[in-house]
């Protein structure tokens, strides 16, 4: 089994940063893919960006595609989604996810518990 925990959410204006982490535990996960993906309010839930278990590969939404990146620390058993320029159509709940084939809109079968973003204008 595998448990992962977010942090680093919060409320930011418009323009600024926001780390967030992802802290996993249990199974190994050096040969893992992760990802993050959120859900705002009243909408489906969405994918924000993936990374290999190598960190050699990653992928990302458009609509963060120059603004975020992802990186991994397998020493540490983490992944960091880095969001830069946030906008207010950012907000939303972000979750971590952990799977073990690198396909990064697919399913994934480990999940944390979300950590809220919010966005002000």
């Known amino acids: 089994q595998v448990q992962l925990v977010e942090s680093g959410g919060g409320l930011v204006q418009a323009g600024g940063s926001l780390r967030l982490s992802c802290a996993a535990s249990?199974?190994?996960?050096?040969?893992?893919?992760m990802g993050w993906f959120r859900q705002a309010p009243g909408k489906e839930r969405e994918f924000v960006a993936a990374i290999s278990w190598s960190g050699g590969s990653t992928s990302f939404a458009d609509s963060v595609k120059g603004r975020f990146t992802i990186s991994r620390d397998n020493a540490k058993n983490t992944v960091y989604l880095q969001m830069n320029s946030l906008k207010p159509e950012d907000t939303a709940v972000y979750y971590c996810?952990?799977?073990?084939?690198?396909?990064?809109?697919?399913?994934?079968?480990?999940w944390g518990q979300g950590t809220q973003v919010t966005v002000s204008s």
């Open positions: 996810v952990a799977g073990y084939a690198y396909v990064p809109r697919g399913e994934y079968p480990y």
């Open positions: 249990g199974r190994t996960l050096s040969s893992a893919a």
